[in-house]
């Protein structure tokens, strides 16, 4: 089964995020980590070809630094990677973002299955793989919290309000996968070694031909950003014996109106 | 921070340290107050080879240099010493057999530990440790077979490896020169295990007697020729000695953290501890000799990778780094306070596991022989270099 795995690099730290003036962000003082439900889908991906065979790729839009998650994901199992790194697709929105993944998809192709994370865990949207599936015009099932495999379909489980579902769809496909699918592995010393010696292809907009990118092809516009409010101290309940802190407690929880 | 790090080295400790914080350090108090670890412990270090990390890749191992291995199993021994013992007496113990024997035996000892197994070094005896070269335990040639008989004491691993190295004698009646090597398989008839000794610490480290009850081993389970057991174990323990001083570093440097945090939190007289300069000379002195234990483990290791024998070199780093690691366990708990000696708190366990880094792989009484010995012979053919 040939396998590509969407991932995206999301930075480790929300709270180092910074918001530009033109609402955008600025992720430079956050790190990156690998988005941490795309492990689950890669784990996915690569369960699936130790059962069946086959091969796994993963695929990546963003600056020079997504080499760095791609070498995350062949220590854990990927065959190869794809980086797609262009400045003209800076900005991109989410109907942006999967336009050029589609085509990219197109442009590598003869992939069985697409899978990815059912969300971001910065811009956590949702949108990416679902647009993606339309795009290519290829049956979706998201959200998924089971998996099993045979040559030319896939059942998988959802949860459902009050229950599960399981559904079997036709390859190729597009599958999102939750957190819950399963528990991604480690990385081995001799996986994470051999990582470091691993090259990958790049593509950009040269190679894809996509029309409109980047920022102007985004159909949303940001009106504004704002943080969360900064979360507010705790109250602390004090009292010399503790039958006077559980008087104080409740003299207080009563005062918030909660008793 | 004394070292410089190579990006790749950078990387492999944050692989590390991510690993054993998330799934191994939440685990490690009830291990520690059940003097045991679940059977799957250490499951998911055989799955990332940490017990093999400096083992070569024809071997099933990393294939990593001293180096690197040493500033990995820091990282372990900073979350708990015992599990970084467990994972260092097995690549420790196949090490020794391949430095001595054939690679086909190697390959023997390599394939057991390689798919997810431990391994252990076999010497002690209830009345043979320092003086190791009374060991009572016999290996009797018969035919194309050996026959082991005796019963081995405070073995790590002892319960739960899948081999051994085993020290036995084939001439009883000679000394050092009557010590043999052997690789002995755990699930040979005869092979039995003692209980796991209730320790003051280390606690998640397996430590029991092995008995060893007519147990047959094929003649190629000789490792080296009869008479080299001796020079095998010591050769090991140079080795070994090294290895034991970077878990200390780890220990050391989660003393430090841990008091430098509390310190930092810990109100009195209306200001955190750390402004009072009585307390920052304490922090200072973990500090300087945490630092300088690692260089020097760092040192030796880099002789090792150049291949020095580190006869004296591994004994004053085991005798020195073990000692501080005393004083800064120590003083981490007077920092602490009376908070500092109870279990609440994660820094007597610290003072608990590193007493046996004193007494363990050779005392700290016998590292002083070793480098005395290693003086002697050193300036009788140098002459002190004038």
């Given at each position: 089964m040939k396998i590509l795995v969407l991932v995206k690099q999301v930075p480790t730290d929300l709270g180092a995020v910074k918001l530009n003036e033109d609402h955008t962000l600025d992720r430079t003082a956050a790190g990156v980590q690998l988005n941490p439900v795309d492990k689950n889908a890669l784990e996915a991906a690569v369960q699936l070809t130790e059962q069946l065979g086959g091969e796994v790729t993963v695929l990546s839009m963003g600056p020079a630094t997504v080499k760095a998650t791609l070498k995350e994901c062949v220590a854990v199992g990927a065959h190869r990677g794809v980086a797609i790194t262009d400045e003209a697709f800076a900005g991109s929105d989410a109907w942006a973002t999967a336009r050029v993944l589609a085509a990219a998809v197109r442009h590598l192709g003869g992939f069985d299955l697409v899978l990815a994370g059912k969300?971001?865990?910065?811009?956590?949207?949702?949108e990416v793989p679902v647009m993606v599936a339309e795009l290519l015009d290829l049956p979706q099932v998201t959200g998924v919290t089971a998996l099993e495999g045979a040559a030319d379909a896939l059942v998988c489980t959802q949860v459902l309000d009050g229950g599960q579902a399981k559904v079997q769809v036709a390859l190729p496909a597009v599958v999102t996968v939750d957190e819950y699918v399963n528990t991604p592995r480690y990385p081995s010393v001799k996986s994470k070694l051999a990582a470091n010696k691993a090259s990958f292809d790049q593509l950009t907009n040269a190679e894809l031909a996509v029309p409109e990118v980047g920022l102007a092809a985004s159909g949303t516009t940001i009106l504004s950003a704002t943080r969360p409010p900064a979360r507010q101290p705790g109250a602390r309940v004090e009292g010399d014996t503790p039958a006077q802190v559980a008087e104080n407690l409740v003299a207080a929880l009563v005062a918030a109106h909660v008793l | 921070m004394a070292l410089i790090y190579t990006e790749e080295q950078t990387e492999l400790i944050e692989m590390v340290r991510e690993f054993v914080w998330k799934e191994i350090a939440p685990k490690i108090p009830e291990c520690d107050r059940a003097g045991e670890c679940p059977p799957d412990f250490f499951d998911s270090a055989f799955e990332m080879g940490l017990h093999m990390l400096e083992i070569p890749e024809e071997f099933g191992g990393g294939g990593l240099d001293f180096v690197t291995t040493a500033m990995v199993f820091e990282e372990l021994g900073r979350v708990d010493g015992g599990y970084a013992q467990t994972l260092v007496s097995t690549f420790v113990a196949l090490r020794n057999v391949i430095l001595a024997g054939t690679p086909e035996q190697a390959k023997m000892f390599a394939d057991l530990v390689a798919p997810g197994g431990l391994g252990a070094f076999v010497l002690t005896e209830a009345n043979s440790g320092s003086d190791a070269a009374s060991l009572r335990t016999t290996a009797i040639r018969d035919g194309d077979e050996y026959v082991l008989n005796g019963t081995k004491t405070w073995i790590t691993n002892g319960g739960i490896s899948k081999v051994y190295a085993v020290l036995a004698k084939t001439?009883?009646?000679?000394?050092?020169?009557?010590i043999s090597c052997f690789i002995v398989e755990a699930d040979r008839p005869g092979v039995s295990w003692g209980t796991h000794e209730d320790k003051?610490?280390?606690?998640t480290s397996n430590t029991c007697d092995v008995v060893f009850k007519d147990v047959r081993v094929p003649a190629d389970h000789l490792v080296g020729a009869e008479g080299e057991g001796f020079s095998i174990a010591m050769r090991g323990l140079n080795f070994s000695r090294a290895f034991m001083a970077t878990i200390c570093v780890g220990i050391m440097q989660r003393a430090l953290d841990e008091a430098v945090v509390y310190a930092k939190t810990r109100q009195q007289f209306g200001q955190?501890?750390?402004?009072f300069q009585l307390v920052q000379k304490l922090l200072a002195d973990m500090a300087a000799q945490t630092e300088a234990a690692r260089c020097l483990v760092h040192n030796t290791m880099r002789l090792m990778d150049a291949g020095?024998?580190?006869?004296k070199e591994g004994s004053i780093t085991k005798m020195l780094v073990t000692d501080m690691l005393q004083d800064v366990t120590s003083k981490a708990v007077q920092v602490f306070g009376g908070n500092g000696y109870v279990k609440e708190y994660p820094v007597e366990k610290l003072m608990r596991d590193a007493k046996i880094y004193q007494i363990m792989e050779g005392t700290n009484e016998i590292q002083a022989l070793v480098i005395g010995r290693a003086l002697d012979k050193e300036y009788e053919t140098s002459g002190g270099g004038r």
């Open positions: 969300q971001s865990f910065d811009g956590g949207t949702g | 001439d009883p009646a000679a000394g050092t020169k009557g003051m610490g280390l606690r955190p501890i750390i402004k020095h024998s580190v006869v």
